[in-house]
């Protein structure tokens, strides 16, 4: 399968201006939601909660000037004819930036926040890879990942990515990390969202997994 490269993927910086792209994003998913928590009543996602939670939910004590949320955008609707793994996505050594609220013509299809030196100067934390529903189960994510690491293998100060898995979306998560090269510390801690007895509460667990950088 294969695509014009006018027409492929954009691997960009997201931004507060494209809150609205990104707010449609996470409310793709519902499933997602139902696993970690967000979940409304009525079985959708707050998009925009989701989409501040996203954009300003920083670790405490770490300055917002570590935080890097990079996206995938796309024409909307991007079927099976993209190729993700193309050189023209995957070989960019940075991200493009683009005007305010989004690419002319193309949507977010996927995004990830990741921590530049967190938990400890010499790691990169990533807080959430999400995909759109629609492209679940197409590469996208592997290729999407694969990019990322691509630059924060470029960091020089950087010889470890990890991340954490929580317990009620395992199932899911745990293949898909472990294809990425990622394997479990063995720490586990406790994992809560939302309020007992409230709509998208869940308590759980989340298992820290990591992977460590080829030397450079």
Known sequence: MSIPEDHGPLYA????????HLARLLASFPDYARRVGGLRADGTVDGDSAARDVL????????ATAKN?????GSAPVGPSVHPDREAFAGRPTPSTHPAAGPPGMGLI??????????????????ILFVHGEQQGRGLGAAFYRRVEKEISRWAEIDRIELRIVETNADAAEPFWRRMGF??????????????????????????????????
């Open 56 to 63: 300003e939910t920083l670790p405490p004590g770490v300055d």
């Open 183 to 216: 394997e479990p510390t063995g720490e586990t801690s406790p994992f809560e969202r939302g309020e007992p007895g409230e709509a998208g509460h869940v308590s759980s667990t989340s298992a820290r997994w990591a992977k460590d950088l080829p030397r450079r």
């Open 13 to 20: 910086v997201v931004t507060s201006d494209d809150r609205e």
């Open 69 to 73: 949320l990079r996206g995938l955008w």
């Open 110 to 127: 996927a995004v990830a926040d990741v921590i530049r030196g967190w938990p400890t100067d010499s790691t990169a934390f990533i807080g």
